[in-house]
Nanobody, 121 residues
């Protein structure tokens, strides 16, 4: 049974930076797609970025500001967030999906517990 644990959230001022980490216990195969989603109260959980062997995907709202990366040796995926804006405030979730890249929540079957990111103006 794979479990995902996120860390690195917190409070930061606008234009600041944070790095989120997601470490998997249990084996995450290199063929898995790893994704970061975010959710605010009353709204859907939306894709932020994802990564697999074929490349990366970024939502348009974070492209150029966020960077997703993966360390296979540590079973860890990272989300480097620069130029943060108040609208980036959300709970951020790490997720894993078998196989090809996916941007919808239903594509992912393993989720972390979430980490809060708050950006003050």
């Amino acid at each position: 049974q794979v479990q995902l644990v996120e860390s690195g959230g917190g409070l930061v001022q606008a234009e600041g930076s944070l790095t989120l980490s997601c470490t998997a216990s249990g084996r995450i195969f290199t063929s898995y797609t790893m994704g970061w989603f975010r959710q605010t109260p009353g709204k859907e959980r939306d894709i932020v970025a994802c990564i697999n062997w074929s490349g990366t995907f970024y939502d348009g709202s974070v492209k150029g500001r966020f960077t997703i990366s993966r360390d296979y040796s540590k079973n860890t995926v990272y989300l480097q967030m620069d130029g943060l804006k108040p609208e980036d405030t959300a709970v951020y979730y790490c997720a894993a999906a078998e196989g090809q890249m996916g941007t919808t929540r239903s594509r992912y079957n393993t989720w972390g517990q979430g980490t809060q990111v708050t950006v003050s103006s």
